[in-house]
């Protein structure tokens, strides 16, 4: 007689199934972008048969997904970690990557849940609880569910996106088919060459990964954690007891919400709890060691390779899951609602120029400009030109392909909320410099830094900006300590769009642009100057001029850097 678990998987099914799925040939000599795409292709076919003669038999079903999965590892594995490493991606290949891989893993992880719907209805028809040779085949098939349902919430993460709705819900019903068959402490590795680890830990796993989608990790702190979190969790144990002393973070069974901490307990039989304890003090040991500069033997297998990006990843995996001494970030000063639109720059030469126009406008470069465009010496009607010139190459350039239009929804003078389409030319992430120029304040301009960034519904983030300065000046730079040439500038073209009569041959082509950023209460203690990072050498004496005050001064080490520019002390 046939045990339950070759009844419901059919093992002598109708051999018509190597037709339907012989594509899985063909995707070893494909790239791995195109292979990813027929492969999400092909199991959408087969989810959604045209009829019952292109349906696979369970068993065949639950073979050929683990092998599908296992084929494609190894490629999903190299594109996760070269798409992390690389910071200013192009905008629509960083979407189609994200695309694909989220596509994959979206269609396996369905494909693996409409499995178990039809072993969970098999069940209760024949209402056979045996687990014996079941238990094996049933925990590997909800592993490698929750393998699919990882990665499809990093890949979410990644593109700045919610998670498909309803998938925590899922998730959650897939833990009580799990507990109800108690797989939960069973021992599985979800791949061939993985370590072992449990199911209860892969929920926590998952769930946790959730709970950081509020951190807004740059993409190679999300990939770090994962790594983390897939290494450090490989053990856990899941109660519907709550006891204050123990237990930190919860779900609800009964919310489509991943992990959250536990701050006014309110016990209910849909929630479920599990301690960290041992994850901190494996995370405050790591801590410790990368602090060093070296890898904890515990994250060894891990595949890290960067220590200092480790490093910061670790103290925000720490400063989130700790038990004592968290700290939840709230702003010092409430904003107040707000409904303006600013035009956005990145790039620091961009923001250069774009603070250049303001101060133009504004009248603060006229007296270190005088002998160039001698304002003073014209009639009203020629210094009204000349303003109204200003005022249309700075509208020009605020109508430049690289600018957005950011939506401000509240303001305080330490920082702005922010709406921005997911899909703008500017990339939205963390520590990020850009510009903004207010509507109808075309001498008022903003430099910030991007803080925090969250997805919201319709294609829209959430962006978080931390006011760094209201009143940026532009700075002309040069090395004079020695007789090294820098690559020739844009600044010729920068003074011809402000002044058409200024010749090129008046310039000095080692002259370059940056910021200058004063004291101002409440922002900053002291000045400083952020320069372009290709013209930057510590250390080094440079020709500054500020407001036609030029002074030579030696540069220290910088206190910020990111993307294409650094930011250092310069007390004026």
């Known amino acids: 007689m046939k045990t339950f678990i070759q009844k419901i998987f059919n093992l002598n099914a109708d051999k018509h199934s ?3 799925t012989a594509w899985v040939d063909q995707l070893e000599e494909m790239s791995d972008l195109n292979a990813l795409q027929f492969a999400t292709q092909q199991l959408v076919q087969l989810i959604n048969p045209a009829d019952d003669a292109e349906t696979l038999a369970l068993q065949q079903q639950y073979d050929f997904i683990l092998n599908l999965e296992a084929l494609n590892f190894s490629r999903l594995e190299k594109l996760s970690t070269q798409f992390s490493s690389v910071e200013n991606m192009k905008l629509e290949l960083e979407n189609s990557i994200c695309e694909i891989c989220y596509n994959y893993f979206r269609q396996t992880y369905i494909f693996q849940l409409k499995i178990i719907e039809q072993i969970a209805e098999h069940s209760k028809a024949q209402q056979v609880i045996a687990l014996n040779t079941k ?6 098939l909800v592993a490698r569910t929750l ?14 996106a919610n998670p498909p709705a309803k ?47 509020h951190a807004s990790m740059h993409k ?14 490989s053990r856990a144990r899941i109660s519907d007891k709550f006891t204050p002393e123990h237990y930190l973070f919860c779900i609800d069974l009964q919310q489509d919400a991943p992990a959250k901490r536990i701050r006014d307990p309110h016990p209910s039989g849909s929630f479920r709890y599990w301690e960290l304890d041992e994850l901190e003090k494996l995370l405050t040991v790591a801590v410790t060691v990368s602090d060093r500069g070296e890898i904890p033997q515990s994250l060894a297998l891990a595949k890290i390779d960067n220590v200092k990006k480790l490093n910061e990843t670790l103290h925000i995996l720490l400063a989130e899951w700790k038990k004592t001494g968290y700290v939840r970030q709230r702003r010092k000063i409430t904003r107040q609602a707000s409904s303006k ?6 790039g620091i030469n961009e923001i250069c120029n774009q603070v250049k126009q303001a101060n133009l406008i504004s009248g603060s470069l006229h007296d270190g400009l005088h002998q160039l465009h001698p304002l003073q010496s014209h009639s009203f009607d020629e210094r009204l030109r000349l303003q109204t010139s200003l005022r249309s190459n700075s509208l020009i350039a605020a109508t430049s392909g690289t600018l957005d239009t950011w939506m401000i929804t509240d303001e305080s003078p330490h920082g702005l909320g922010v709406r921005v389409n997911k899909y703008a030319n500017i990339l939205a ?29 319709g294609n829209q983030l959430r962006v978080g900006v931390q006011i760094i300065s209201h009143h940026p000046s532009w700075v002309q730079l040069k090395r004079v300590d020695n007789n090294e040439v820098f690559a ?48 930057y050498r510590a250390n080094a004496t440079y020709s500054v001029t500020i407001a036609g005050v030029a002074q030579n001064v030696k540069l220290g080490e910088p206190i910020e850097s990111h993307d294409d520019w650094v930011k250092l002390e310069f007390p004026f």
């Open 429 to 457: 992430r963390p520590d990020k410099l850009i510009g903004l120029m207010i509507e109808n304040e075309t001498t008022a301009i903003v430099i910030g830094m991007i803080r925090s960034v969250k997805p919201t519904q």
């Open 18 to 20: 190597h037709s339907l």
């Open 488 to 535: 020739n500038t844009n600044t010729n073209a920068e003074f011809q769009d402000n002044f058409n009569a200024i010749k090129p041959s008046s310039l000095d082509m080692d002259l370059f642009s940056g910021i200058y950023l004063p004291i101002e209460g409440g922002l900053s203690d002291t000045s400083c100057l952020i320069l372009p990072k290709i013209y």
């Open 220 to 233: 190679y702190q999300l990939e770090i954690a994962t790594r983390v979190i897939s290494a450090l969790l």
């Open 147 to 160: 393998y699919a349902a990882f990665n499809m919430v990093k890949w979410r993460m990644f593109s700045q």
């Open 135 to 140: 238990a094996d085949h049933l925990t590997l």
């Open 341 to 346: 639109t600013a035009r956005v720059e990145s």
């Open 167 to 213: 998938v925590w819900l899922q998730i959650n019903v897939l833990y009580r088919f799990s507990a109800q068959r108690a797989l939960l402490n069973n021992t599985v590795a979800v791949f061939n060459h993985a370590s072992m680890t449990t199911l209860s830990a892969l929920f926590v796993q998952i769930y946790m990964l959730g709970q950081l989608t």
